[in-house]
């Protein structure tokens, strides 16, 4: 996993519109390893999560993104990153611009309406745990994560 940090691609990030937070090009050794930008979708774990809710959206799944957020355990990257596209949902819910999420799911995030505020809070709390203390923290820090901090406090736009 360490060497997943020196592969990561990186790219400027627009905000708030998180969903453009990706490279314009992929080394052959970043989707090998299941990434492929910086942006809460740009990963193997958020996109298979991402899919998963949209087949059965609700505020619940969302919640249950954040449980490993919760946990005195360590934050494993794949726990980190399906709980930065849930809190992605919530933001993108919060300010109705699902145009932000990928296209597969928003209509099933449409329905969902706005987020309850209790929602909105776990997802600030989430964010700061995989910032903080989590190995996807870890492994950013390793290259330049600044633009993968860009992404995260863009997310954070929507969670006020």
Same mark, same amino acid.
């Given at each position: 996993?360490?060497?997943?940090?020196?592969? $990561?691609?990186?790219?400027?990030? %627009?905000?708030?519109?998180?969903?453009?937070?990706?490279?314009?090009?992929?080394?052959?050794?970043?989707?090998? $390893?299941?990434?492929?930008?910086?942006?809460?979708?740009?990963?193997? %774990?958020?996109?298979?999560?991402?899919?998963?809710?949209?087949?059965?959206?609700?505020?619940?799944?969302?919640?249950?993104?954040?449980?490993?957020?919760?946990?005195? %355990?360590?934050?494993?990257?794949?726990?980190?990153?399906?709980?930065?596209?849930?809190?992605?949902?919530?933001?993108?819910?919060? $300010?109705?611009?699902?145009?932000?999420?990928?296209?597969?799911?928003?209509?099933?995030?449409?329905?969902?309406?706005?987020?309850?505020?209790?929602?909105?809070?776990?997802?600030?709390?989430?964010?700061?745990?995989?910032?903080?203390?989590?190995? $996807?923290?870890?492994?950013?820090?390793?290259?330049?994560?600044?633009?993968?901090?860009?992404?995260?406090?863009?997310?954070?736009?929507?969670?006020?």
């Amino acid at each position: 996993m360490i060497g997943l940090a020196l592969c $990561l691609l990186t790219a400027p990030v %627009a905000a708030p519109n998180f969903s453009l937070a990706t490279a314009s090009s992929v080394s052959a050794s970043a989707v090998l $390893l299941g990434t492929w930008g910086v942006g809460p979708f740009d990963n193997d %774990a958020a996109a298979d999560w991402y899919a998963q809710f949209a087949e059965a959206p609700s505020w619940q799944e969302i919640h249950r993104a954040f449980e490993a957020t919760t946990r005195p %355990a360590y934050l494993e990257a794949d726990e980190a990153s399906i709980a930065v596209a849930a809190a992605a949902v919530v933001s993108a819910a919060q $300010l109705g611009q699902l145009e932000a999420l990928p296209p597969e799911g928003r209509s099933a995030a449409a329905g969902l309406g706005k987020p309850p505020a209790a929602l909105l809070r776990e997802a600030k709390a989430a964010l700061s745990r995989v910032q903080n203390d989590s190995e $996807l923290a870890e492994l950013w820090a390793e290259d330049d994560a600044s633009p993968w901090l860009a992404s995260l406090n863009s997310i954070r736009t929507g969670l006020k």
